[in-house]
């Protein structure tokens, strides 16, 4: 399979049809290998419009559904950024490729040591993955100008909008265990300003501010 055709169709024909538009989330789409974020027998089917199992009930999420998300934190190249949920990897490995740093934060060890393996290989060197649970946040490394929470949450928590710089953006998908709205948040003086961007539908996140086991 030629990857790199695929990649660019991904882009083509998923993307910039639905309104995916900033030049640098399109061009970072268009890098980095999804392919290699999940198991050998899905690659063929790794830029389908589709999430794809990878493993402990996990998914990677659809591409739109990455580019959506990471067009919404509006990154300029010198951001911090923390995501929660790792997962495979691959948002991971797009946040990395537009901002200065990114810290992740995954709950199950096994997917973060595969993530973190493919993210090597890659050659990234501004990403850390640390497993913990990612409801708290990175509390040492805050404040973030930008926060990405890749699982569904009842609420937005408040453990991670202190964790947010003045002016920076939090996209969360907020709602029940089967069912969510997409949810940019930027945080403001006067408090918190939040835009729903798409329904959606995503694993739930895992902690003590988000659901029980």
């Not at 993307?15 to 640098?24: M, V």
């Not at 974020?37 to 998914?59: M, N």
């Not at 973190?116 to 290989?121: A, L, P, T």
Request: charged residues 25%.
């Amino acid at each position: 399979m030629n990857f790199d055709a695929a990649r660019n169709r991904m882009v083509d024909e998923q993307l910039i049809p639905r309104g995916i538009n900033e030049p640098r989330v399109l061009s970072a789409m268009r890098k980095v290998p999804r392919h290699l974020f999940v198991e050998e027998a899905l690659q063929d089917r790794a830029y389908g419009d589709y999430a794809l199992p990878i493993g402990e009930k996990q998914t990677i999420s659809q591409p739109y559904m990455v580019a959506l998300m990471t067009e919404a934190l509006e990154l300029s190249g010198s951001e911090i950024v923390l995501e929660i949920g790792t997962g495979s990897g691959y948002q991971a490995a797009i946040l990395a490729e537009l901002s200065r740093q990114v810290y992740s934060i995954e709950r199950i060890a096994s997917l973060a040591l595969r993530a973190r393996k493919v993210i090597e290989v890659l050659g990234y060197k501004n990403v850390d993955i640390k497993i913990y649970d990612g409801t708290l946040g990175w509390e040492e490394k805050a404040p973030f100008d930008g926060i990405i929470v890749t699982a569904s949450a009842p609420d937005i928590p408040k453990s991670l909008t202190d964790q947010l710089k003045l002016g920076g953006r939090l996209v969360i998908p907020v709602g029940t265990r089967h069912f969510q709205t997409l949810i940019k948040v930027v945080k403001k003086k006067d408090g918190l300003v939040k835009m729903p961007l798409t329904e959606c539908v995503f694993v739930p996140l895992i902690g003590a501010y988000g659901w029980g086991e």
